[in-house]
T-cell receptor, first 111, second 113 residues
Framework: DTAVSQTPKYLVTQMGNDKSIKCEQN?????MYWYKQDSKKFLKIMFS???????INETVPNRFSPKSPDKAHLNLHINSLELGDSAVYFC??????????FGPGTRLTVL | GDSVTQMEGPVTLSEEAFLTINCTYT??????LFWYVQYPGEGLQLLLK?????DKGSNKGFEATYRKETTSFHLEKGSVQVSDSAVYFC????????????FGKGITLSVRP
């Protein structure tokens, strides 16, 4: 059974395009997160939602817009993609901030 | 703000060697400390955690002790295996209601047969 799933696993696109990454968790968690991992493996939180409410919004360009239609889903929409957006994006969920369960990641490549 | 510093990598060891990965932190209050592991091509998994000073977290032969006096949470394993090859992240979370996980830069461990 997949706990935290993301689609797509790989995403290759041109600069300037708009794309979305979807995340779903079947663990019944209240909180979901988006992280960005750069080419050096550095991992940084972007957003956190609790019960569909945004609670953490790090310094992220407003081209990135998270959307949580319900507690089990947190999607990430990115407008006007730039080369620097190339990274692996991880979704995670938790009951509390401590034990987070991560998805398999989405590798985004912007050409 | 909160921060986590990990030793520089990568680290390459022979099977059955002793492993130490250093981690120190800066935080206000009483953070909880974690080690996460990322196997090739996968997401992160919680390896172990400690929520207060002098606690020892352990899992799969790995151990780490929360040392408040030295603000450290070093990861150790007595005998590594090839299957331990992965990226290891030290992390902390603050004690506030909407705290977040702050990760170190991660270190790549390669274990050769």
């Amino acid at each position: 059974d997949t706990a935290v799933s993301q689609t797509p696993k790989y995403l290759v696109t041109q600069m300037g395009n708009d794309k979305s990454i979807k995340c779903e968790q079947n663990l019944g968690h209240d909180t979901m997160y988006w992280y960005k991992q750069d080419s050096k493996k550095f991992l940084k939180i972007m957003f956190s939602y609790n019960n569909k409410e945004l609670i953490i919004n790090e310094t992220v360009p407003n081209r990135f817009s998270p959307k949580s239609p319900d507690k089990a889903h947190l999607n990430l929409h990115i407008n006007s993609l730039e080369l620097g957006d190339s990274a692996v994006y991880f979704c995670a969920s938790s009951f509390n901030v401590q034990t987070q369960y991560f998805g398999p990641g989405t590798r985004l490549t912007v050409l | 703000g909160d921060s986590v510093t990990q030793m520089e990598g990568p680290v390459t060891l022979s099977e059955e060697a002793f492993l130490t990965i250093n981690c120190t932190y800066t935080a206000t209050g009483y953070p909880s400390l974690f080690w996460y592991v990322q196997y090739p091509g996968e997401g992160l998994q919680l390896l172990l955690k400690a929520t207060k000073a002098d606690d020892k977290g352990s899992n799969k032969g790995f151990e780490a002790t929360y040392r408040k006096e030295t603000t450290s949470f070093h990861l150790e394993k007595g005998s590594v295996q090839v299957s331990d090859s992965a990226v290891y992240f030290c992390a902390l979370s603050g004690d506030g209601a909407n705290s977040k996980l702050t990760f170190g830069k991660g270190i790549t461990l390669s274990v050769r047969p």
